[in-house]
Structure formats: C-alpha cells, structure tokens
C-alpha cells in the first residue's frame, strides 16, 4: 500500500504565501518524477509544477516565478512555496508520483488533495 498525503493548505490573503508538503509512505522502492497539480469545480486537473528525482523543475506559465518546487528524497517529500498568490490560484492541490515497490512496473499515485484558498 502506498499513500500520498498532502498539507499545509489553507486561507491566505493575496499576496501571501503558502507551503505545501506531500509525504509518500508505504512499501516505496523508488520515487520517480513528483508533481502538484490543481483543480477547480469543474474545472479538468491541471500541471503546476513537477520535478524529476535529480531535481529538473518544471512549471505552469501561470505559476512561473511565484511557485517553486522542490524535494526531500530521504524523506520522500515534494513541497510546493506558494509566493505573491493571487485569487485565481484558489483551488484544490493534488499531490503526484512515480512510484515503484520492489521489484514492480512504477505507478502512479494521487494524494487526496488539500484545499488552497486565496481571498482578494
């Protein structure tokens, strides 16, 4: 079994700032390329940004320079710092990875989503 579990979301004020925290846990043999995506109601889940397990980053347009992306390979953590946010960044946050346990294929794997909340 293998989790994805996301934190740190929350109301902020325009402006402000947020850092979000992804944990995997389970039987993990390695981690592959790690994610956060974002959904509105209905709305389809969009790329933020992702990293690869050397650490290439990549972002949305609507993102670049404000978000950044990064992680803990030890502790099989993905963050997200959410800088100079803005109402449209409300959304639900998704957590996603390529994982592999043991001698398997990798799969993917979502969190349960943390809800970000950006007033004007």
């Known amino acids: 079994q293998v989790q994805l579990v996301e934190s740190g979301g929350g109301l902020v004020q325009a402006g402000g700032s947020l850092r979000l925290s992804c944990v995997a846990s389970g039987s993990i043999w390695s981690i592959g390329n790690m994610a956060w995506y974002r959904q509105t109601p209905g709305k389809q889940r969009d790329l933020v940004a992702s990293?690869?397990?050397?650490?290439?980053?990549n972002y949305a347009d609507s993102v670049q320079s404000r978000f950044t992306v990064s992680r803990d390979n030890a502790k099989k953590t993905v963050f997200l710092q959410m800088d100079s946010l803005k109402p449209e960044d409300t959304a639900v946050y998704y957590c996603?990875?390529?994982?592999?346990?043991?001698?398997?294929?990798?799969?993917?794997?979502w969190g349960q989503g943390t809800q970000v909340t950006v007033s004007s």
């Open positions: 990293i690869t397990r050397g650490g290439r980053t």
């Open positions: 996603n990875a390529d994982i592999q346990r043991g001698a398997y294929a990798p799969n993917n794997y």
